[in-house]
C-alpha cells in the first residue's frame, strides 16, 4: 500500500477518534471505520497480522492503552486540531434532553389527511338559523354571543370549534348567513335567504360563498377584522441568517438539515438561535394557536406562518397553493430548508414575536469534491455518513452574491 493510501487511513482514523475524544475499544473503532468508509481497516495490506498491532505502530496518530479483548484507544491531537477537540468534548458533556428535536426532512413529508375538518355543529347551525330568522334587519356580529346566551342559555364559543373569530366561523356557514362589511370593526349579518337593506355607495355586501370577494375584502395593509393584528402581513419579509464574523478557514459547529445532493444542502449553527427559538415556539403555541389559525381563504404564497409537523410547531413560509381534498399548501421550513406538502389545518398565522430571529438556515456545498459515483447514489451516501449527527466543519469559501453560500470540508463528526 502507498504512502498516499496510508496516510489516507491514519486520517481516518484521526477523524474517528477527533469525534470520540474519549478512550473507547478497538471493536469499536473497526466498527466506526467501516460503517464510515465501506470496508474494513485494511492492517494486512499494511503488513501487519492484526489491528492492534498496526495501531501500535503509528503512535503518532493514535494511544493505545492495554493489550488483547481489553485494550482501549484514543486520538493523539496535535496543535492544529486541538481547538477541534475542545468543541467535540464540550458538545459530548451535553446533557441530551428527554425529548428529540425533529428536522423536516423533504422526503419524509406525505400529505397527512388526519380527518381533522373544522364544524360547527349541526345542533348549534340550528340554532343559529332560528337566531338570525329575528332580525330581519340583520345583526351585529359582535352582538352574536350575547343574544345567542339569552336565547339558548349556552356560550358561543367559537374558539373550541378551532376558529380566530366569530366572523370567520360564519365564512363556514354559508347555507345561514351573509352580511354587510361597513368598517375593519364589525359586520352586520343577515339570513341568507333574504335581501340586505339598501346601503350607501361605500358599503359592501359580501356573500360569504363568494370566495373571491371575500379574499379581496382582507386587505392587508387596512387590517381585516379576520386577521390579528400582532402577526407578520403578507407584505413582511424575515431576513436569512448568516454570522457577520464568519471568514474563510474558520471552523463551525453545525447541523445538516435538508440535502438536495452534495453540493447542494442546508445546515443550521449548533450555537445559533434555533435551539432557543423551537423551545419558546412549542411553549406558546401549545397554549395560544387557536388565537393565529388561518382561514382557507387567506392563504397566500408568501406568507410567513407556524406549521406542525410531527408533533412539533415550525416556522415556515408558503410557496404554493394545491387544489387537493383536503386542502394543502407547499411550505418551505425556513430554518432548515425542507419543502413539504402540508394540510391547510396544519398552518397558523406567525407572531411577529417569532420573526425577530432570522432564517436560520444557511446553502452549503461540498467544497472540491469529485465521486465516480453517480449523483443520486453520492447523494444518499452523503445522507447516511451524517445521518443524526453534529458536525464540525471547516469554511473554505464564502459565497455572498446571490444568496449566501458556504463551502465546507466536514472534519468530525458525533451522534447527536
Not at 243 to 260: D, F, K, W
Not at 361 to 379: F, G, H, P, R, V
Request: some cysteine; hydrophobic content about 35%.
Amino acid at each position: 500500500m502507498g504512502s498516499q493510501q496510508e496516510s489516507e487511513v491514519k486520517n481516518i482514523i484521526t477523524g474517528l477518534l477527533t469525534s470520540n475524544p474519549l478512550r473507547c475499544t478497538i471493536q469499536k473503532l473497526c466498527k466506526d471505520f467501516y460503517e464510515t468508509v465501506g470496508y474494513n481497516v485494511p492492517f494486512r495490506k499494511l503488513g501487519f497480522t492484526n489491528v492492534e498491532d498496526y495501531l501500535h505502530s503509528i503512535p503518532d496518530t493514535v494511544q493505545v492503552f492495554g493489550h488483547g479483548p481489553s485494550a482501549e484507544v484514543q486520538g493523539v491531537f496535535k496543535p492544529k486540531s486541538a481547538h477541534i477537540n475542545l468543541m467535540v468534548v464540550k458538545q459530548k458533556n451535553v446533557p441530551k434532553t428527554n425529548r428529540k428535536q425533529i428536522v423536516p426532512k423533504r422526503k419524509s413529508l406525505p400529505r397527512v389527511d388526519d380527518g381533522y375538518r373544522s364544524r360547527v355543529p349541526p345542533g348549534i347551525q340550528n340554532n343559529l338559523r332560528k337566531l338570525i330568522l329575528r332580525f330581519p334587519d340583520g345583526i351585529w356580529c359582535t352582538k352574536l354571543p350575547e343574544v345567542y346566551k339569552k336565547m339558548f342559555n349556552v356560550d358561543l364559543n367559537y374558539q373550541i370549534f378551532h376558529y380566530r373569530s366569530l366572523i370567520e366561523m360564519c365564512t363556514d356557514l354559508t347555507e345561514i348567513f351573509h352580511y354587510t362589511q361597513i368598517s375593519s370593526d364589525d359586520y352586520m349579518l343577515y339570513d341568507r335567504n333574504s335581501v340586505a337593506p339598501s346601503l350607501n355607495q361605500n358599503d359592501t355586501v359580501l356573500q360569504l360563498s363568494d370566495k373571491d370577494n371575500l379574499a379581496k375584502a382582507a386587505d392587508w395593509s387596512l387590517g381585516s377584522a379576520l386577521i390579528p393584528s400582532n402577526i407578520v402581513p403578507l407584505s413582511e419579509e424575515i431576513p436569512r441568517y448568516f454570522p457577520n464574523t464568519t471568514t474563510q478557514g474558520e471552523y463551525l459547529e453545525v447541523t445538516i438539515g435538508e440535502i438536495y445532493d452534495i453540493n447542494n444542502f442546508w445546515v443550521y449553527l449548533h450555537d445559533g438561535q434555533l435551539k432557543k427559538l423551537m423551545t419558546d415556539l412549542q411553549e406558546h403555541f401549545q397554549s395560544q394557536r387557536n388565537r393565529y389559525v388561518i382561514s382557507e381563504l387567506f392563504l397566500q404564497k408568501g406568507l410567513y406562518c407556524v406549521v406542525l409537523y410531527s408533533d412539533f410547531y415550525h416556522r415556515g413560509v408558503i410557496m404554493d397553493l394545491w387544489d387537493t381534498e383536503p386542502p394543502s399548501v407547499k411550505v418551505l421550513f425556513i430554518d432548515y430548508g425542507s419543502i413539504g406538502e402540508i394540510p391547510c389545518h396544519h398552518i397558523w398565522y406567525l407572531p411577529k414575536e417569532f420573526s425577530k430571529v432570522p432564517c436560520q438556515a444557511i446553502k452549503a456545498s461540498l467544497y472540491n469534491i469529485k465521486s465516480e459515483l453517480d449523483k443520486n447514489q453520492c447523494t444518499r451516501k452523503f445522507e447516511h455518513l451524517i445521518s443524526n449527527k453534529q458536525l464540525i466543519a471547516e469554511v473554505l469559501k464564502i459565497d455572498k452574491k446571490a444568496c449566501v453560500r458556504l463551502y465546507l470540508k466536514l472534519l468530525v463528526t458525533f451522534e447527536l
